[in-house]
């Protein structure tokens, strides 16, 4: 569970300047005052986030529209799932290939790039 507010910076920052190098706690209680919610410290950020964007959105701030972002989300899913099939029907083809180029290679030397 991500309880880490300074994750909700490259979404707010751009409403909140002043609040680049702010820590955790800070944005917490500054999302809190500003929005005039009592956001639990526990409350996993998701929850968190979506308490503060709706209060935020109340206010006129243009905060990210979850249902846009929902619709825009499922439309790339369906080009995601296709790359990926793509992807696990090309492995075969990858694996061969690799078993003729460094047949002897450990994994570790696989990973890096290098031979021993």
Do not use: C
Request: no cysteine; charged share 25%.
């Amino acid at each position: 569970m991500n309880l880490d507010r300074r994750d909700i910076a490259p979404f707010a920052l751009k409403w909140f300047p002043t609040l680049t190098e702010a820590t955790s706690d800070e944005w917490h209680f500054f999302l809190d005052k500003v929005t005039g919610l009592t956001t639990p410290l526990d409350m996993p950020n998701g929850q968190a986030f979506d308490r503060w964007r709706q209060a935020l959105q109340e206010q006129g701030y243009p905060a990210w529209d979850k249902a846009t972002s929902t619709d825009s989300a499922k439309a790339k899913a369906a080009s995601m799932l296709e790359a990926e099939k793509r992807r696990a029907a090309s492995l075969g083809q990858t694996l061969e290939a690799l078993a003729k180029e460094a047949p002897n290679w450990t994994v570790a030397e696989m990973l890096t790039g290098t031979k021993g």
